[in-house]
C-alpha cells in the first residue's frame, strides 16, 4: 500500500526553509506510530532538512534525480517507477512523506491519506499540491489532545480513494 503522511496548516503550509514551520509533539508521535517499521519515501531537500539523519526502524527512501547522491543509512532511488516497483514486491507500506515535488509525483499512486490539520497560519515557502478532493473519503477525524508542548489545536485525519 502506498499512503501519504503529512501535517499543514489551513493554507496548505507545509513547510519553511527545510523544516516545519511549527513545533507539535503529538503530530510527530502520530508520524512515528504510522510508519514505523514501514518504508518511508522522501525527496533530498526534505531528508536534508531532518539534518540527513535516516529515521530509525525504517526503510529510508531518498528520491532524487541527482544520480550521483548519496547518504549513509538510506537507500536512494531516481524516478517514481522505482518506488512503485519497490512498493509493489515490498510487504509493508510505502509512505510518501515530502516534499512537495515528491507529493506531485505519486498523486495517482496513493491508496490511503493521513494528514494533519494544524489550525492556524504559518510562515511557509512549501506548500502541499493541490488534490482532487472528490477521489477520497474521509473515515476518521481524531482532534489532537492540547497541552503545555501542544498548543496548537489540530486535527489528525484519514482518507481512503473512494
Known amino acids: 500500500m502506498i499512503a501519504y503522511l503529512w501535517a499543514q496548516d489551513e493554507n496548505g503550509t507545509i513547510g519553511y526553509q527545510g523544516t516545519l514551520p511549527w513545533r507539535l509533539p503529538n503530530d510527530l508521535k502520530f508520524f512515528k506510530e504510522k510508519t514505523i517499521h514501514n ?3 522522501m525527496g533530498r531537500k526534505t531528508f536534508e532538512g531532518m539534518g540527513k539523519r535516516p529515521l530509525p526502524n525504517r526503510i ?3 528520491l532524487t534525480t541527482d544520480p550521483t547522491y548519496e547518504a549513509t543509512g538510506v537507500t536512494v532511488m531516481h524516478s517514481r517507477q522505482e518506488v ?3 512498493a509493489k514486491t515490498y510487504e509493508k ?3 510518501i512523506t515530502g516534499g512537495t515535488g515528491v507529493f506531485k509525483d505519486f498523486l495517482e499512486d496513493a491508496d490511503v491519506l493521513y494528514r494533519t490539520i494544524i ?3 504559518f510562515k511557509g515557502d512549501t506548500q502541499f499540491p493541490p488534490l482532487n478532493w472528490q477521489e477520497w473519503k474521509i473515515i476518521e477525524a ?3 489532545i492540547l ?3 501542544n498548543r496548537y489545536p489540530h486535527v ?5 480513494r473512494k
Open 39 to 41: 518504508a518511508v519515501v
Open 60 to 62: 529510508n527512501i531518498i
Open 84 to 86: 512503485l516497483d519497490f
Open 93 to 95: 507500506d510505502t509512505f
Open 119 to 121: 489550525k492556524g497560519e
Open 142 to 144: 481524531t482532534p489532537g
Open 147 to 149: 497541552d503545555e508542548k
Open 156 to 160: 489528525f485525519e484519514t482518507y481512503v
